[in-house]
C-alpha cells in the first residue's frame, strides 16, 4: 500500500523553527513532484508549497516565502519542510502529498493531482 | 493570485439527492481543475481532475463539468458516507489555490 507519513510537528514559540518530515512507503517520492499544505484550526486547506523530481523547480506561497524552504533527501527517500520564522498564522495541521502530473493526450494538458496524502502533522506556534 | 469561490459554503440533503456545488475562478483556468474531498479528522482526499476526470477507485455518482471560471462537482444521489466538507483546487498557475470549501451534511 502506498503512503506517506509526516513528522516533526509540535510546539514552538513565536519566531521558532520546526522541520517537518515525510517519509513514503510503497513508492519512491524520488520519482514525483511533492507538495505541503496546511489547514489552520477550523478553516480550509492551503497549498504551501512543491518541489520537482530533481529540485531543479521550486514553488512557495507568498505568505511562506523567505520563512519556510522544502527540499528532499534523495538518499533517505524523504521530503522536508524547513520553517523559520514562525508566526502565529502558521499554526495548522501540515499534510504533504503527492504531487502527481497526469498527461491528457488528447488536449495536450498536463494536471496536477494530489493523490496520495499523509495523515498531516500538527503544528501550534504559541508562547 | 487566482482566487477560487465556492458554492454553497455548506448545505444539508437527503440521502439520495442529487448535490451540485459549484466553483468559479477570478480568471480563466482552462480545465486545470481538481476537486477533493475531506471528511472528518481525516486527509483530503482526490476525486476528481482536469474538471471532469473521475480518479480511479471514486464511485460513480461523482462527476465534474466546466472549463474556464465556472465548474461544478455533482453527486447524483447523496449516501451517507458522503458527509464531509468539498475543495475545489485550480493548477494553472502558481501558488495552487483552493477554494474554501462546501460542508455537506446529510439530513
Known amino acids: 500500500e502506498m503512503q506517506l507519513v509526516e513528522s516533526g510537528g509540535g510546539l514552538v514559540q513565536p519566531g521558532g523553527s520546526l522541520r517537518l518530515s515525510c517519509a513514503a512507503s510503497?513508492?519512491?517520492?524520488?520519482?514525483?513532484?511533492m507538495s505541503w499544505v496546511r489547514q489552520a484550526p477550523g478553516k480550509g486547506l492551503e497549498w504551501v508549497a512543491n518541489i520537482k523530481q530533481d529540485g531543479s523547480d521550486i514553488h512557495y506561497v507568498d505568505s511562506v516565502k523567505g520563512r519556510f524552504a522544502i527540499s528532499r533527501d534523495y538518499a533517505k527517500n524523504l521530503l522536508y519542510l524547513q520553517m523559520n520564522s514562525l508566526r502565529a498564522e502558521d499554526t495548522a495541521v501540515y499534510y504533504c502529498?503527492?504531487?502527481?502530473?497526469?498527461?491528457?493526450?488528447?488536449?495536450?494538458?498536463?494536471?496536477?493531482?494530489?493523490?496520495?496524502w499523509g495523515q498531516g502533522t500538527i503544528v501550534t506556534v504559541s508562547s | 493570485a487566482i482566487q477560487m469561490t465556492q458554492s454553497p459554503s455548506s448545505l444539508s440533503a437527503s440521502v439520495g439527492d442529487r448535490v451540485i456545488i459549484t466553483c468559479r475562478a477570478s480568471?480563466?483556468?482552462?480545465?486545470?481543475l481538481g476537486w477533493y474531498q475531506q471528511k472528518p479528522g481525516k486527509a483530503p482526499k482526490l476525486l476528481i481532475y482536469g474538471a471532469s476526470t473521475v480518479q480511479t477507485g471514486v464511485p460513480s455518482r461523482f462527476s465534474g463539468s466546466g472549463s474556464g471560471t465556472d465548474f461544478t462537482l455533482t453527486i447524483s444521489s447523496l449516501q451517507p458516507e458522503d458527509l464531509a466538507t468539498y475543495y475545489c483546487l485550480q493548477d494553472h498557475n502558481y501558488p495552487r489555490t483552493f477554494g474554501p470549501g462546501t460542508k455537506v451534511d446529510i439530513k
Open positions: 510503497g513508492f519512491s517520492i524520488n520519482k514525483y513532484w
Open positions: 480568471q480563466g483556468i482552462r480545465n486545470e
Open positions: 502529498a503527492r504531487d502527481q502530473d497526469v498527461h491528457d493526450s488528447q488536449s495536450d494538458v498536463w494536471y496536477d493531482v494530489y493523490d496520495i
